[in-house]
């Protein structure tokens, strides 16, 4: 069975973000990047089932800019065979990106195809739940685990309150959650390795795919600053001040 | 404008989230409808029809709809969809997974976490954990959102809204629902509790972490976790607050031996009310904070527990 697992560029986790002056969108200009925490989540389960013999091949695609081509890379130093790259310029709204990668799924006819459940940049949490909808797929959402069992595959999922195991026909489309593994850093020996690995570069006219989108963002600004710094001298005071200044205890 | 909101249920109950959705329809305006969808919902169908300012509760009640699998349900709101110009869910976990699937289907945008309602086409959400705040136009004629509920105070209960079954059975060929394990805590959820208590890695360790216990237990709160707690292997993942893990708003926070990383204030910094507790008095968590209390966590844990 082939994984594809779906990878995104975004601003690193550590970064504190700054909107534009103008406010038209967040400040990229020279800011780390990096791949997005939960797509680091996917490629390391795509990486494991291929460990454990339940995958035959791995392979790696984002949808970005020429520099995305190092998240690809990483994801061939972490174990991914090959990657296909959807360059574009481009912003991409999830929409479009599940029609891209559904064009890859009709090219590569994965078993599964495996993506985080967000990006920590737009925060939609949409692109899987597309993308199996588009694909007639069932959907595997915030996987805390995974286990292929003969033409089906059983994720459990995390819920509010709890876990919902759910089973899914073959081929389907996971989404990554936090507990679902702890991926691996990439060792040297891989990263050189995975310097020879081929990527495949498409563009969004080649799988007939226009890049639009009906949403605009009409601005972009900073949340509120919290007036904060009071300090309080002794439990009691706090208390007092949660009953009858704050009024959120009783 | 005619408004469709997905009721969330759990158990033959009515989650009080929907109630907050539909204050976000108020907000948008127009004819307010509520779906429910599942097996053996007529409670919550009951439940529904009280809410405040709803014309119409429309009942989907079929064992393919049970446990609201995503397949099932995202075809039946497709379904019914053309009639609206809007389709409203929460931003849970349920209205996460069921929502975007929706949109795909209508060949539509999706809006995740709405916050805020400017026009019927135009909506605040928050980007980067929310640390920027998007505003966004869509020119879908179906808009399809998911509405973070702690940023709409719920309607009330004083409608009587009529109810109506319709027979609209999908197959799912797809899916099976396996097992439910719901945590056996007494303790609301990380997400949705109106008190969160965290932790951080201040606590030392992970036995530590129940002297946080007692003070849940008398504030009916939840606890939660800094990213340096559990990395530190403390607690486990799922209690993690911030960018990478939970966003939580509750009406009152309360961080306990947590320093204030960004990546931490990313995933709390909406609550109505933060309280600090830490030794550290240059901690970047006191600049948040409302009610700031430096001293030893150990010392002040216990006497606070007593005084609540």
Do not use: W
């Not at chain 2, 709809?65 to 497709?78: G, M, V």
């Not at chain 2, 060929?173 to 097992?179: E, G």
């Not at chain 2, 507790?277 to 527990?305: C, H, M, R």
């Amino acid at each position: 069975m082939k994984v594809l697992v779906a990878v995104k560029r975004v601003i690193d986790y550590n970064v504190k973000i700054r909107v534009k002056p103008d406010h038209s969108d967040v400040d990229l200009t020279n800011v780390k990047m990096a791949m997005n925490p939960f797509c680091e989540i996917a490629v390391e389960e795509a990486v494991r089932l291929k460990e454990r013999g339940v995958a035959s091949e791995v392979v790696a695609v984002t949808i970005g800019p020429k520099a995305a081509q190092e998240q690809l890379r990483t994801a061939l130093a972490l174990g991914a065979d090959r990657a296909i790259h959807v360059e574009t310029d481009d912003k991409v709204e999830s929409l479009t990106a599940a029609k891209l990668l559904k064009r890859v799924v009709d090219d590569e006819q994965p078993g599964l195809t495996i993506l985080g459940k967000q990006s920590i940049d737009t925060d939609n949490n949409q692109t899987g739940q597309m993308l199996a909808a588009l694909a007639g797929m069932g959907q595997g959402t915030f996987a805390s685990e995974v286990q292929v069992e003969g033409d089906r595959v059983q994720v459990t999922r995390e819920i509010d309150g709890g876990l919902q195991t759910v089973s899914l026909k073959l081929p389907a489309v996971i989404t990554t959650d936090l507990r679902l593994n702890e991926p691996r850093y990439a060792k040297l020996p891989d990263i050189m390795k995975a310097k020879k690995k081929p990527i495949d570069v498409k563009h969004p006219d080649d799988l007939g795919v226009a890049v639009a989108s009906s949403l605009s963002v009409l601005k972009v600004e900073s949340p509120a600053e919290r007036q904060g710094g009071t300090k309080v001298a002794s439990v009691d005071e706090l208390v007092d001040k949660l009953k009858n200044e704050a009024k959120v205890i009783a | 404008m005619s408004i469709l909101v997905i009721a969330e249920h759990h158990n033959g109950q009515l989650a009080g989230s929907t109630a907050h959705v539909v204050a976000a329809a108020q907000a948008i305006g127009g004819d307010i409808d509520i779906l429910v969808a599942g097996e053996n919902v007529s409670g919550v169908a009951e439940s529904a029809a009280k809410l405040a300012g709803v014309g119409k509760i429309k009942v989907a009640d079929d064992s393919v709809y049970a446990h609201q699998l995503a397949e099932p349900t995202a075809e039946l709101i497709a379904g019914l969809a053309d009639d609206y110009s809007h389709v409203l869910a929460a931003a849970s976990t349920q209205g996460k997974n069921v929502m975007p699937r929706v949109a795909a289907l209508k060949d539509v945008a999706a809006l995740s976490e709405v916050i805020g309602v400017e026009s019927p086409d135009t909506f605040l959400r928050p980007i980067y954990a929310g640390n920027a705040i998007a505003t966004v136009q869509s020119s879908d004629a179906l808009k399809v959102l998911t509405v973070r509920t702690t940023a709409f105070d719920a309607v009330e209960a004083t409608g009587s809204a009529g109810v109506e079954a319709i027979d609209a059975t999908v197959d799912n060929t797809l899916s099976q629902f396996v097992d439910e394990e719901l945590a056996s805590s007494d303790r609301p959820e990380l997400g949705s509790a109106r008190v969160v208590v965290s932790g951080g890695r201040g606590m030392g360790n992970g036995e530590n972490f129940k002297l946080l216990d007692g003070i849940a237990d008398k504030l009916g709160a939840a606890i939660g976790a800094s990213r340096a707690a559990v990395d530190a292997g403390f607690v486990p993942n799922d209690m993690q607050v911030g960018q990478t893990g939970k966003i939580v708003a509750p009406e009152l926070y309360i961080a306990v031996g947590i320093s204030g990383a960004i990546q931490h204030l990313a995933g709390m910094k909406d609550a109505k009310v933060i309280v600090a507790i830490n030794k550290d008095e240059e901690a970047p968590i006191f600049q948040v904070a409302d009610y700031g209390l430096v001293g030893d966590l150990f010392e002040v844990l216990p006497e606070l527990e007593s005084k609540l």
